[in-house]
Each structure stands twice: as structure tokens, then as C-alpha cells.
T-cell receptor, first 115, second 113 residues
């Protein structure tokens, strides 16, 4: 069964600190993995996308890693800011014969950055 | 200003009533999607459309209907057959359904009176 599991469910950190969010997946056939940021009451916004051959991708203070062998990904946030408070969703894409791809969404990690 | 718009932001439904959620995009994307988001669950796909006048059921299509008469528009109707409609509804679009990043609208929160 295709699944995406994220940990922790929620996290509180102080402004300026770093944090790492985890994503484990059992999705086949794997196509790519994305991290999205979703502010409360808003739609998700894409942060990074990685294919099978990529193991690191950065977007400003956000750095995503991918280990396709262990089927794990992480999102590292450096020097956190209050505006980083949001839900972070890991999304894995399974591609079936090039006709369509299916997205499997994790339940998200809710991050709260406190001053 | 390009993007995806959804309206209304909040919608209230009475028992037995059908309601329609609007989704418009000016990104010239072929593919559009409707998702439902419930607390503690990942987004679940309701319907998607690869091209005008074509749409396919997603994982939880029962109690919902859609149309795709124009490339820019993909309205979702929540029918009275949907017994638990309270949720946050997200519309998305992408260039195509194969491997492309999906861009999401701001969402509509549906509440039952």
C-alpha cells in the first residue's frame, strides 16, 4: 500500500533555531518527492522537488534530502523565523506508465516558531 | 497577476442542499484537481481533469460532481448525497497530469448548518 508518514506530528522551536522534519514513504513506482508549506487556512505552496537521482535540494533556508534506498526524506530549516510557522507536507508521486501520476500526501508536521 | 482563485472563502450548507465551489485559474494549465483536507489526514483527491470536457474520479468522488466546460474553470458541486461535507476544499492546477508541480488555490471551508 502506498503510504507517506511524517514525523513529528507537531514541533515547537524558538526563533533562530534549526529543525529537521522527517518523511518516510512506501510508494511504488517512485517518481519524485515534494515538500510543501501550508500556512493556516491557505493552500499549500511548493518548496522543493526531488527525483530519484537527486539527494539534496535547497530553497533559501530550506534544505531537503532524499535517500531513495531507505525511502526517507528530510526537510531542514535553518535559522527559523516566525513566518516559518506552518504545516509542512511531504508529497510522493507515483508514475504509472507515463499516462498519469498519483500523488500520495503525508499528514504534515505542524511547526510553531516562538519568539 | 497569475494564479488560482477559489470562492467563496467560507460556505455554509443546509441539510439536503447542493452547493457549488468555484475554482478559476489563469495559468493556462491543462490539468485541474479538487482535494479535500480533514484534520489529521493527508489531502485526498476528489476529481481531476486532464483537459476540457474530460474529468476522472479520484479516491473519494462519491457525493461530489464536477464540470470542465472551460480550460480556466473547474467548479465542484457538493451534493446532498455527501453525508459528511464539512472540510477544507482545495483546488489545484498543473501543466499536465504527468509529473508536474501542482499549484494550489487558497481553499474554501465548507460548514454544515
Amino acid at each position: 500500500k502506498n503510504q507517506v508518514e511524517q514525523s513529528p506530528q507537531s514541533l515547537i522551536i524558538l526563533e533562530g533555531k534549526n529543525c529537521t522534519l522527517q518523511c518516510n514513504y512506501t510508494v511504488s513506482p517512485f517518481s519524485n518527492l515534494r515538500w510543501y508549506k501550508q500556512d493556516t487556512g491557505r493552500g499549500p505552496v511548493s518548496l522543493t522537488i526531488m527525483t530519484f537521482s537527486e539527494n539534496t535540494k535547497s530553497n533559501g533556508r530550506y534544505t531537503a534530502t532524499l535517500d531513495a534506498d531507505t525511502k526517507q526524506s528530510s526537510l531542514h530549516i535553518t535559522a527559523s523565523q516566525l513566518s516559518d510557522s506552518a504545516s509542512y507536507i511531504c508529497v510522493v508521486s507515483a508514475e504509472y506508465g507515463g499516462a498519469t501520476n498519483k500523488l500520495i500526501f503525508g499528514t504534515g508536521t505542524l511547526l510553531a516558531v516562538q519568539p | 497577476d497569475g494564479g488560482i482563485t477559489q470562492s467563496p472563502k467560507y460556505l455554509f450548507r443546509k441539510e439536503g442542499q447542493n452547493v457549488t465551489l468555484s475554482c478559476e485559474q489563469n495559468l493556462n494549465h491543462d490539468a485541474m484537481y479538487w482535494y479535500r483536507q480533514d484534520p489529521g489526514q493527508g489531502l485526498r483527491l476528489i476529481y481531476y481533469s486532464q483537459i476540457v470536457n474530460d474529468f476522472q474520479k479520484g479516491d473519494i468522488a462519491e457525493g461530489y460532481s464536477v464540470s470542465r466546460e472551460k480550460k480556466e474553470s473547474f467548479p465542484l458541486t457538493v451534493t446532498s448525497a455527501q453525508k459528511n461535507p464539512t472540510a477544507f476544499y482545495l483546488c489545484a492546477s498543473s501543466i499536465s497530469v504527468v509529473g508536474e508541480t501542482q499549484y494550489f488555490g487558497p481553499g474554501t471551508r465548507l460548514l454544515v448548518l
